[in-house]
């Protein structure tokens, strides 16, 4: 079986740093993808994760460990728009490559 | 601009009125996705198509059926919608060069479907 846990709600403040964890239980683990949600909109990608490491993209970045099936999204200098829903989803090897995805975080932004 | 476009944006129906949602998309990607997603939960894959062959997921109810007469087009057919076929439903494509899954998948901005 396959379980993504992801908390399910986070609150921060407008300028500072906020992270949203995911840990995942898979059987065959090939990479995990971020992907922020807007209410009411479709999932847009953030980042990609397939090895250790972190990941960075400008205000965003994203950090991997395989050995403790782990990941977070790290959100700098936050504004306003950046209250959504983040998701975590990953690709399992064992079911075709298939990318199951978390329930998601609901991020929200206080001035 | 590349997209992925869904039609309408808003739909209403009857419970038990069949009703079918739209997606196209200009990316020319070989996979085309449909997923549910409710309030507050995990979007949900319901099928996809990789080219022109169709893969069902094992739990997706027969109410659901799917149909892709070519590269840029997909329907979504729900023959007789009930109560809790009420949410989201989200069309998304990948290219699928070498694989069918696995992709960075591109979603559309979805139908949120509203059953009467």
């Known amino acids: 079986g396959q379980n993504i846990d992801q908390p399910t709600e986070m609150t921060a403040t407008e300028g500072a740093i906020v992270q949203i964890n995911c840990t995942y239980q898979?059987?065959?683990?090939?990479?995990l993808f971020w992907y922020q949600q807007h209410a009411g909109e479709a999932p847009t990608f953030l980042s990609y994760n397939v090895l250790d490491g972190l990941e960075e993209k400008g205000r965003f970045s994203s950090f991997l460990s395989r050995s403790k099936g782990y990941s977070y999204l790290l959100l700098k200098e936050l504004q306003m728009k950046d209250s959504a829903s983040y998701l975590c989803a990953v690709r399992d090897t064992n079911r075709d490559d298939k990318i199951i995805f978390g329930k998601g975080t609901r991020l929200h932004i206080l001035p | 601009d590349a997209m992925v476009i869904q039609n309408p944006r808003y739909q209403v129906t009857q419970f038990g009125k069949p009703v079918t949602l739209s997606c196209s998309q200009t990316l020319n990607h070989n996979v085309m996705y449909w997923y549910q997603q409710k309030s507050s939960q995990a979007p949900k894959l319901l099928f996809h198509?990789?080219?022109?062959?169709?893969?069902n997921e094992a739990d997706t109810p027969d109410n659901f059926q799917s149909r892709r007469p070519n590269t840029s087009f997909c329907f979504l057919d729900i023959r007789s919608p009930g109560l809790g076929d009420a949410a989201m439903y989200l069309c998304?494509?990948?290219?699928?060069?070498?694989?069918?899954?696995?992709?960075?998948?591109?979603f559309g901005p979805g139908t949120r479907l509203t059953v009467l």
């Open positions: 998304a494509t990948s290219r699928g060069d070498t694989r069918p899954w696995g992709d960075t998948q591109y």
């Open positions: 898979t059987s065959g683990f090939n990479g």
């Open positions: 198509y990789y080219d022109k062959d169709f893969n």
